[in-house]
């Protein structure tokens, strides 16, 4: 039996060519399947850095990512398009909802490059996860005439709508007010109860952090 989702090891980062700057040092950390992992640490100590790398969408100086024992460190670009759609969703502190579309719509979009055209399955889907993050009513709303609060949470049904593994979230709660962030760290932790979808959610909020089952500090 293995438990273990992530594997990260050595992982080191350093921007720049002409001045360096080391903003990860050899971090390494495990985590499994169905955690709920919070990352906390200042501003600039290299939260979203590591997040970005373990979603692929950045590269490590050097250091190795396995992902259920593949190291997505070597993937060519063509694998990790389809690793990411398969296996992650993504959360940011700015939801990126496409305005002109409903929240319907919104939900459904990832849909239409995984598959083709989006089924009927997938449009029920998308129901269930609007119903899940309380949006029952306001399917057919635009993303415009929706809270903040509101629309994170379409961005939270997006991010589920392709039933990833693993959910990355990068302060998702940095743009809302405090009654929304419990709001939606508690719908967070509901889904990875409920669905056993593992987080790794990027805070600075140690509050929120705390409802954590484990929380990594960065120094
Ligand atoms: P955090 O999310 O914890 O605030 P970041 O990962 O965004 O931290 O940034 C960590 C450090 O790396 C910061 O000092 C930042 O200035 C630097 N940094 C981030 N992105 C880049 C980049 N593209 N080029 C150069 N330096 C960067
Ligand atoms: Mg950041």
Request: net charge negative; proline share 3%; glycine share 6%.
């Amino acid at each position: 039996m293995d438990d273990k989702l992530l594997e990260i090891k050595d992982l080191v980062k350093i921007y720049g060519t002409k001045v360096k700057t080391k903003v990860l040092h050899e971090v390494s950390l495990d985590i499994d399947k169905g955690e709920f992992l919070s990352i906390i640490g200042p501003s600039g100590s290299g939260k979203t850095t590591l997040l970005n790398i373990i979603g692929a969408l950045d590269n490590a100086t050097s250091g190795h990512i396995y992902f259920e024992n593949h190291d997505i460190t070597t993937m060519k670009s063509d694998e990790l398009a389809s690793f990411r759609n398969k296996n992650l969703g993504f959360i940011f502190q700015f939801h990126h909802l496409l305005p002109e579309f409903t929240a319907l719509e919104n939900v459904i979009i990832p849909t239409w490059i995984k598959y083709k055209s989006p089924t009927n399955r997938k449009r029920e889907r998308a129901l269930e996860l609007l119903e899940i993050v309380g949006l029952k009513d306001r399917i057919n709303n635009k993303a415009t005439d929706l809270s903040g609060g509101q629309q994170q949470r379409v961005a939270i049904a997006r991010a589920l709508i392709n039933d990833p593994t693993l959910i990355l979230a990068d302060e998702p709660t940095g743009n809302l007010d405090s009654e929304s962030t419990e709001q939606v760290y508690d719908l967070l932790r509901s889904i990875n109860k409920d669905i056993g979808t593992t987080f790794i959610i990027v805070t600075h909020d140690r509050h929120l952090a705390a409802k954590s089952e484990r929380v990594i500090e960065m120094v």
